[in-house]
């Protein structure tokens, strides 16, 4: 007779954690499209003043590019960040998806690729495994110095790292909703490319009106959100008030707030990650929480992490 096998027990043993980067690094061809991607919006905002200044900038111009910097910018500060990031509220299906096109829109990666290289920011932030920390070189001022152009700008191009998504954003992968938008990131990048240049040209029923919207709603717009949301990266984690205790060295910039949406107030950002809003102080405008609070009456928004004022007070540092 053959003996019964015994039945192990005990706890079930723990699975390996994901890699937190994909073994697959990545390659000469794509760094170099993000080079360019990066690049030339930034030689068009560099054009800008004086291109301005000669000819070719209009009202329609500037009203496409203000709708479209406002619709993309909420959506990476709004969406990508404290909603599919932190998870600061609950949004209802429709404003997911929403959030996530117009998250896309600003052409800063897909969503996936934008939440898990941000919540692994969040770990290991301003240490060894931040993908964007500008104190990576040291804290002398020829290091510091470096650091900030390695997390303004040189981290997108120069490192082969990719964060894997399977570990920092298994949640994302998981929703069908978000992934179909992460999948369809080209066409969106197309997308908010070319629908300035359509929308001027068919205002102004001329090739010159699509060349200047082209311009400066695609381009200059597109420039200019990337230099905010870097310097939230960059500066707010080199220089600016420390209003709250946190391990890093994530601080408030007011000068950033109005055009970063209130995410310049990143030090409280980092002292309590999942709070709905960032400006939390008296005079701190944060124009990101204000949407939030008209999608929570609105009903689209549910379960929203307001500040908590106990948990605010034993955070604050003493004047």
């Not at 829109?105 to 290991?124: C, F, M, N, Q, T």
């Amino acid at each position: 007779m053959t003996a019964t096998p015994e039945i192990a027990t005990g706890p079930a043993p723990k699975r390996a954690p994901e890699p937190e980067v994909d073994p697959e690094p990545r390659g000469k061809s794509e760094r170099t499209t993000v080079f360019i991607f990066v690049t030339v919006p930034l030689i068009a905002v560099a054009a800008a003043v004086p291109f301005a200044w000669g000819w070719g900038l209009t009202w329609v111009d500037i009203a496409i590019g203000a709708v479209f910097y406002l619709v993309s910018g909420l959506g990476i500060t709004v969406g990508f960040h404290r909603c599919f990031t932190h998870g600061s509220f609950r949004p209802n299906r429709g404003l997911r998806i929403a959030l996530a096109v117009a998250g896309s829109l600003a052409i800063e990666g897909g969503v996936v690729s934008w939440v898990a290289d941000h919540r692994r920011h969040h770990k290991y932030a301003d240490v060894e495994g931040d993908p964007h920390s500008p104190w990576r070189f040291g804290d002398d001022w020829r290091s510091v110095a470096k650091g900030l152009a390695w997390a303004h700008y040189g981290y997108l191009f120069l490192t082969k790292e990719r964060t894997s998504a399977k570990r920092f954003a298994p949640d994302l992968l998981r929703d069908r909703d978000i992934a179909l938008v992460d999948r369809m990131f080209l066409p969106l990048v197309a997308f908010s490319l070319l629908a300035p240049a359509a929308i001027g040209g068919l205002v102004t029923m001329s090739w010159w009106g699509a060349l200047t919207a082209f311009f400066w709603a695609s381009l200059v717009r597109v420039g200019l959100l990337y230099h905010v949301t870097w310097s939230v990266n960059s500066i707010c984690h080199t220089i600016g008030e420390e209003n709250f205790e946190v391990r890093d060295r994530s601080r408030n910039v007011w000068w950033l707030a109005i055009p970063s949406f209130g995410e310049s107030w990143h030090n409280l950002h980092h002292a309590d990650p999942t709070c709905a809003r960032h400006g939390v102080l008296k005079g701190q405008i944060d124009i990101s929480a204000r949407v939030i609070a008209v999608f929570e009456k609105l009903g689209w928004a549910t379960k929203v992490r307001w500040p908590n004022k106990e948990r605010l007070a034993a955070k604050r540092v003493s004047a």
